[in-house]
């Protein structure tokens, strides 16, 4: 072999081997991909440029055939090779434990004749139960991960070394921010209102005629008109129009790569509220202009620019009374978890901050813990035609459920030790900051709605069975667990298979005190005040601090990041994107860049909250001190009368008698629309008639009648 044949093979087995090295890069990716909520054999497929055989090959899980049809071959499979019997085997530990049921006496609450003889709720597959929210291929059982055994399972007891959420020792820093009204022009700016010449409204336009206004501006908050809509017609997704408008050519500015830490920030490409950052083409390293949707913060219903400014400087004021150094940044969430880190406390056991969990049990939350409920009950579990709907609201949902929090290490609960614990023991367990992998069963005879998620693929991700003797297998916080064994109609039956039991603390506490202080305040000055501007800049202010809480919150689940981006055309695009739209000038590009060493992560915290608040939309206490004076939720309600769940909200055919204290958690009445009414057959049905209902109960009540 002559040296030139020796060299070419050395450098084919070199390629050979980096080839491989990134093909299994890419199926360890994949597997991984495999795990998150809404994960799906095609759109994989397409980012990683294998068909959807070879990525269901490398994720099993991800198999978008039927459950049945995938039954049907495993039991052909198993009639071909005939099993040989088991040989006798020791007594085994027990892969489940059944939970005991903790009954309580039933509550007694107030129940309104109906206009007619009411026909018991029939039963029926839960299939049948909910509609989708969009139309979706049918959704079939999706298996959630368990905890693994031996040592691979030590990494789901353990926190990420060196990562913990400490509290800040500087200041942030206050960006110079208009108020701008697209569809008029109108410039809210320090104390004065300018009109501006928009031209077509590009992202350059506007740039060029704030900054020729107010030099130095550093977000820009667009609070009508959403330019980034203008031409939406000629684009086959909303999604691409916004892309498109975000990378409008210019010749005085251009995308904002950042710097350090945020290098490749660039636009992020949302449907409704999408962030622009541009710099100048002159300088594109130096300090960028933000343009953003007042969205993110409040719906602005009609204020003009103005209103929206006087809202922000109340926000301000409001929490500078609770937070000496509160500064707005640019999204609710980012001021969320800013004005969280302050609270950290100075003494005690967590005064040096608290542990990020290992990214295996990151992962694992984020799989397991879903965010609120949202359903549709269709025919016959509610009728065809409804006597009415009736919209009830959590009033601030989410500030109710901070009091505790799990913190530290978790601790692993097998089956067995669970089974060895005595009842006043398993129930502690159960009422304390947990997360459990259960097999479930519902009772006979229920005739109520659903009260523990069970995962599907699809876009729900998550459906309610109700039918009586359904089993399914899950994953839930311990106060939904707690509800389905305690509630006064029928305790389910509960086989804990393993669990993460939690030190329960209180990490949130602090933080939701003085959100729901603030939020208070500006409720109160919204229905005091006398000048009718500042009540609705107070309302609009209010609003604001629910987004704070709510999207901080969402901000500690740190779901995988999604990147976006821009490369100019004809360079070569970064790996693994998902290349979102393209013109002759950039393409612009989206790709999942997994979990990152955040030391504000938290999903313990976000997914202990969200199974609290989903178990109050079923059954709230009304608490007076100690004593419990009063019940409220979707199980206080006849069976046959809850129409929708929407997170913090649901629907019923019926008034109820629950009391409004005006309490962060009440059930506040938001909407009355008088019957008939036609049965929704979607979401998009059922928030057109939510519409009707309000505007119609807001007009009652304006004439004086029935609260």
């Known amino acids: 072999m002559d ?10 087995a070199a390629a050979r081997k980096e080839l491989d090295k990134l093909t299994a890069q890419r ?9 998150y909520e809404g994960a799906q054999a095609p759109a994989i497929a397409k980012a990683s440029g294998l068909s959807v055989g070879d990525v269901v ?3 099993p899980l991800l198999d978008p055939t039927p459950a049945a049809v995938r039954a049907a071959k495993a039991d052909d499979q198993a009639a071909v090779t005939a099993s040989p019997a088991p040989a006798p085997v020791a007594e085994a530990e027990p892969v489940a434990a059944v939970a005991p049921a903790l009954t309580r006496p039933a509550a007694v609450v107030e129940q309104p004749a109906p206009a007619a003889p009411a026909a ?4 029926v597959p839960a299939a049948s139960v909910a509609a989708p929210l969009h139309p979706v291929a049918e959704a079939g059982p999706r298996e959630l991960p368990a905890l693994p055994e031996g040592p691979a399972g030590a990494r789901f007891e353990a926190v990420t070394t060196g990562l913990v959420s400490k509290r800040p020792n500087f200041t942030q820093q206050a960006r110079a921010t208009v108020f701008l009204d697209a569809a008029t022009g109108d410039l809210a700016v320090r104390d004065r209102v300018v009109r501006l010449d928009l031209g077509a409204r590009t992202p350059g336009e506007i740039l060029d005629a704030v900054l020729a206004t107010a030099p130095g501006t550093e977000r820009i908050y667009i609070t009508a008109g959403a330019p980034w809509h203008d031409g939406a017609e000629r684009y086959s997704t909303l999604k691409d129009a916004v892309a498109a408008w975000l990378n409008t050519p210019s010749e005085r500015w251009t995308t904002a790569v950042g710097s350090g830490r945020d290098k490749l920030a660039g636009h992020f490409v949302h449907q409704r509220q999408p962030v622009g950052r541009y710099a100048p083409a002159s300088a594109p390293d130096s300090h960028a202009t933000e343009i953003r949707s007042m969205g993110e913060w409040f719906d602005p219903d009609g204020a003009d620019a103005t209103t929206c400014r006087q809202a922000f400087t109340l926000l301000w004021q ?5 937070w000496d150094d509160a500064v707005l940044m640019g999204s609710p969430s980012q001021t969320g978890r800013d004005l969280w880190s302050r609270t950290i406390p100075t003494t005690g056991k967590w005064s040096g901050g608290y542990p990020v969990l290992s990214e295996e049990l990151r992962g694992l939350l984020h799989t397991t813990g879903g965010q609120g409920r949202t359903e549709l009950i269709l025919p016959p579990r509610v009728p065809e035609q409804l006597p009415a709907l009736v919209e009830y609201d959590r009033t601030f949902a989410y500030a109710k459920h901070l009091w505790k929090s799990p913190v530290g290490t978790p601790r692993r609960i097998t089956a067995a030790a669970f089974a060895a614990m005595t009842e006043a023991e398993q129930t502690k367990a159960l009422m304390s900051c947990s997360h459990w992998n259960i097999r479930v069963t519902v009772p006979p005879g229920w005739n109520h709605v659903g009260l523990l998620p069970a995962p599907v693929t699809g876009d729900r991700a998550w459906i309610y069975p109700s039918e009586p003797g359904a089993t399914f297998t899950t994953w839930a916080g311990g106060a939904e667990v707690h509800l389905a064994l305690a509630n006064h109609l029928a305790p389910w039956r509960i086989e804990v298979l393993s669990g993460l039991l939690f030190e329960d603390g209180k990490p949130l506490d602090e933080w939701g005190k003085r959100l729901k202080a603030a939020w208070a305040d500006l409720t109160n ?3 005091m005040h006398g000048d009718e501007r500042q009540r609705q800049a107070a309302y609009l202010a209010s609003r604001a601090v629910r987004s704070v809480l709510l999207f901080g919150l969402g901000g500690f689940a740190q779901r995988p990041r999604l990147v976006s981006g821009t490369t100019p055309a004809g360079q070569e695009l970064p790996t693994g994107v998902e290349i979102l739209g393209q013109d002759d000038q950039v393409v612009t590009w989206q790709r999942q860049a997994g979990f990152s060493r955040d030391p504000y992560a938290h999903p313990e915290w976000a997914a202990y909250v969200w199974s609290g608040a989903r178990a109050a939309l079923l059954d709230m206490k009304y608490r007076q001190g100690k004593d419990v004076i009063g019940y409220a939720g979707a199980l206080h309600a006849r069976p046959g009368t809850v129409v929708y769940f929407g997170t913090d909200g649901i629907a019923l055919t019926e008034r109820r008698p629950w009391p409004y204290r005006g309490e962060p958690g009440d059930y506040l009445l938001k909407g009355h629309l008088t019957g008939p009414v036609p049965h929704p057959k979607s979401q998009e049905e059922y928030l057109k008639l939510r519409a009707l209902g309000r505007a119609e109960l807001a007009a009652d009540q304006a004439a004086g009648g029935d609260q």
């Open 318 to 322: 409001a929490l500078r009374r609770h």
């Open 27 to 35: 199926a360890r990716r994949v597997a991984g991909l495999a795990g």
């Open 525 to 527: 000055l919204s229905r």
């Open 3 to 12: 040296r030139k044949t020796y060299t070419a093979e050395k450098a084919v």
């Open 120 to 123: 018991a709720a029939p039963v």
């Open 57 to 59: 090959r490398i994720a």
